[in-house]
């Protein structure tokens, strides 16, 4: 699989971070890359650091959202801000290098929420 960095979604993540007031959200800690020949059903994906990098390592936590060429590229400006905000979403307020799940006790990630905060943006 081939990846590289996409700069395009980069500043979209980084004015997303910004206008949503999400400033747990370090935004250069958030990589963009844009994978091509992935093998995924997903349209993006995002990977976090375990806790274990900083502990051991002492590297500090950093997220990276990956799009995948061939489904994200093809969507609608709307659809691609509602796919970036569904993938920030799974950063916890922490903001530890691990990520939320879909589902938990006090969050959902689904495109009901998604629209929630869509409607905030428009």
Request: avoid cysteine; aromatic fraction near 8%.
């Given at each position: 699989?081939?990846?590289?960095r996409?700069?395009?979604?980069?500043?979209k993540?980084?004015l997303l971070i910004?206008?949503?007031?999400?400033?747990?959200i370090?935004?250069?800690s958030?990589?963009?890359?844009?994978?091509?020949?992935a093998k995924?059903r997903?349209?993006?994906?995002?990977?976090?650091?375990a806790?274990?990098f900083k502990e051991?390592?002492?590297?500090?936590?950093?997220?990276i959202i990956?799009?995948n060429?061939k489904?994200?590229?093809k969507?609608?400006e709307?659809e691609?801000?509602?796919?970036l905000?569904h993938e920030?979403?799974?950063?916890?307020?922490?903001?530890?290098?691990?990520?939320?799940?879909?589902k938990g006790r006090?969050?959902?990630?689904?495109?009901?929420?998604?629209?929630?905060?869509?409607?905030?943006?428009?």
């Amino acid at each position: 699989m081939k990846y590289e960095r996409a700069p395009d979604v980069q500043r979209k993540v980084a004015l997303l971070i910004d206008e949503l007031g999400w400033n747990y959200i370090k935004g250069e800690s958030v990589h963009a890359i844009r994978s091509f020949d992935a093998k995924t059903r997903a349209i993006a994906r995002i990977w976090g650091m375990a806790k274990l990098f900083k502990e051991v390592v002492g590297l500090e936590p950093h997220y990276i959202i990956e799009v995948n060429a061939k489904k994200f590229d093809k969507l609608s400006e709307r659809e691609k801000i509602k796919t970036l905000i569904h993938e920030l979403m799974h950063i916890p307020k922490t903001f530890s290098g691990a990520l939320l799940s879909h589902k938990g006790r006090y969050h959902r990630i689904n495109d009901r929420e998604v629209e929630k905060i869509m409607k905030k943006l428009e």
